[in-house]
């Protein structure tokens, strides 16, 4: 790997966890504080994780096998701040705690 | 299956960890032979009677150790029990004089000092030390250098002297060209292979 | 309060005591970079790094213990089995480490022989206490599991938090015995250290804090008992279950078999998908209660912790721990800027919300909300995020021109550290290093005169 492939790649590594968190931060966000803007911005962020997924897959010298790893990690993203909060709010229910 | 249920997550819990365990058993097992003195990618300590090198290879697409002919140390051929002992003796002067605590080795430790994995295989000894102690080998020069390393800094950043004897350095220097033949799976990368346009 | 309660305390203060040692060697270590002849051939940087990487060990597990301490009296309504041992061994524990740090200070190492390991200095990073105070370590280890163990056992009660401890003190204990043995195999050295350090800092000490905040949580939100230990119960398999093949991600580079690099990169590159959960469990617990605590620097503290830990730990390990990667940063401050700002995320915040949650209830507190806390709260995490970004940056630089363009060797090494981006690093971590060294100052003003500057108000007394 040249030395600027190295920074290059471990800086979008970096970004595709930050843009996978700002989105759940900011989904969580807008869910309980009912901002449906805070909702959309946090889904840009997912945006922003899928456009560093493909440019890890296009434009990194990883390997295929690691490429691959990405691409799923980006589906698996999406899912889980939604799935998160849909049991968190039935966990909390069934408690007799509503947000 | 009720996902809000505790006991179906504590069950998930014990068998995961329990899965986890048992397949890190078994690679452990793998691990300690594969890397034991002798083993595949960890040599014997008697290696430290032959030249050692690092060259990349194709197939594995990685730099590998390359062990040579016959080198003495120290003007000697070590037999197995002497090159052990010599070992143990090494890996004590370098645990109670906290090398890890500067240097690295294979990576782990402090990252104030230089890293020693290939310390043996460095150019610096050849290019600079032996001029400057004026030995006649490499490890002498090594030795000299353990020993008052206040006589030869190179820059700002200095070894401290350590009041290693001289039967203490040359365990630690033999140390040092056993290591460098272990293989790391190409750590570090291109080693002395590079020059800096800095 | 109960006596394991008023251990805990003393615990904390302990605790609270060696933060500081942490924080001075952790200057002192930085300012060598800086000045390289600073106490050179007096007090050199190895000595310096041990103060600081042993100390930043113990004042968390001591503060892990006092939590428990504070905790386990009420999770079982009575008082904790052996308590009159486990109060002797704190002395002893605290007495240890004075003699420990005395030795590290003033004699510092010995010959190569089996002698100095027993009796000054072990050199294995983060263990490197001599064995005889290896020993006590154990003695109080066992102790503290005595303890809690015990009280289960006469209590005739257990809860799911507790079997969840309990388990885990017992790799915690084991794991430990490998700070006694010297290797002369480097290979089997290091993959057995690495069991002690990744399981703890990275397993046992995860499930460990895991427990304490789920305590936590009931105490400073009301959350029911099954909603934190559903969480816990989820933490553990995830956690557990990516960290401990995670642990391969150490076995890179150290003589091992090369499928560590597939099988470790794969689970350590797993591991931020539990704390993304974290962080949004954590902002579901702090909007429900619409961000209104009795208790605000301990629920800021908790919220510090969710975060520091997925960006500490998830982001910044994110980015180095492919193997392709991980080639050229391994053994550079890039690595130290992960560990700086994983440990602060994962452990220190935690620890630092249950000072506060103690020292409300000790001082039969109705509410704890000043200013002093966010000045604290502020220079601590802008000096920390300052510190990984400066290292960070340093780290970049020598992975780029020490590794990936210079080879690893001498030369290559002397020329990175010579380089302007990784100097400015190292200055700027260092003056980073003094902001955090002064929010330290608030933050133990803050505990030590929460609820006492204040004028009398009336203070229900709190079931402590």
Known sequence: MTPDALVFSAI???????????????????RIWRRPQLIKTGFACYGIQVLVTLAIVALTPLSIMWKVFILLSCFAYALIPPATWRYLERLHHTEGKTT | MDLQDPAFWRAGAISTTLVMLVVLIFLTIDSLAVSRAGGSHVPDYTVINHQIGYRYDWSRREDVPVIGGDQPLFGKTWTEPEARALMQE????????ACMDCHTFFGNGAYYAPDLTKAWLDPAWQQIWMPMTGAKTQEDAMVDFLMHPERYPTWNREMPNLHISEPEARAVVAYLKWMSAIDTNGFPANFGKLSIQH | MYRSQKLALRYFTASATLFGVMVIAGLLSATYYVFPHFLFGIFNFNMSKILHIDTLIIWLLMGFFGSVYWFLPKELNRELEGIRLGEIMFWVFCAAVAVVAAIFIFVQYGPGDETSLWL????????????????????IVLTFAYNVIGTAIKARRMTGILWVLILDLIPLTLLYLDAFPAQTNISHD???WWWLVHMWVEATWEVLIGCIMAWALMELLGTS???????????VMLVLGTGILGLGHHYFWIGTPRYWLSIGGFFSALEPLPLLGMVVHAIYDAGTHHMQTTNKPAFYWLLAEAFGNFIGAGVWGFMMTLPQINLYSHGTQWTVSHGHFAFWGAYACGVIAVFYLAAQRSRGLNMVDNRSWKWGFGLLNFGMVGMVGALLIAGIAQAFFERAEGGSTLQAFVVAQSNPWFEMGMYSRLAFGFIFAAGYTVLMYDLLTVGKRAPAVAAQSVAA
């Open chain 3, 190 to 192: 290091l993959y057995w």
């Open chain 3, 225 to 235: 008992r099954r909603i934190v230990e559903t969480w816990l119960y989820i933490e």
């Open chain 3, 120 to 139: 000054i200095n072990q050199g294995r990073k983060y263990v490197e206490a001599p064995r005889w105070a290896a020993i006590g370590i154990v003695l």
């Open chain 1, 12 to 30: 979008m590594l970096g970004l595709f966890v930050l843009a996978g968190g700002s989105y759940g931060v900011l989904y969580g966000a807008g």
């Open chain 2, 90 to 97: 090494g890996k004590l002067v370098i645990q109670s004089r």
